[in-house]
Nanobody, 121 residues
Framework: QVQLVESGGGLVKAGASLRLSCAASVNMFSINDMGWYRQAPGKQRELVASITVGGRTNYADSVKGRFTIARDNVKRAMYLQMNSLNPEDTAVYLC???????????????WGQGTQVTVSS
């Protein structure tokens, strides 16, 4: 029902910037929380940044000052501006959204398929 599609990943050199996008097929006001997660080979999936419908943000310590999360309710999109990338940022980045489903009367968590970000030294 709900689809999340990520884009914007790629292969870049250390110090470069990338802007990830997540397009959602649902009214953004139905999403009380959205976030970007990443998963590197051999590591657990971790929360990179999140943003609530009210605009409150949270960032992982490793990306504070370098990454910025934002959402556009009209365009039904969420973004992650990534600056000063380093090899440790290499991972598959996934879009996550907690959506209130009126039919089920519950909040359901949805995931995109991910976009690969690779940063070379």
């Amino acid at each position: 029902q709900v689809q999340l599609v990520e884009s914007g990943g790629g292969l870049v050199k250390a110090g470069a910037s990338l802007r990830l996008s997540c397009a959602a097929s649902v009214n953004m006001f139905s999403i009380n929380d959205m976030g970007w997660y990443r998963q590197a080979p051999g590591k657990q999936r971790e929360l990179v940044a999140s943003i609530t419908v009210g605009g409150r943000t949270n960032y992982a310590d490793s990306v504070k000052g370098r990454f910025t999360i934002a959402r556009d309710n009209v365009k039904r999109a969420m973004y992650l501006q990534m600056n000063s990338l380093n090899p440790e940022d290499t991972a598959v980045y996934l879009c996550n959204a907690d959506v209130f489903n009126q039919r089920l009367g519950a909040t359901i968590s949805y995931w995109g398929q991910g976009t690969q970000v690779t940063v070379s030294s």
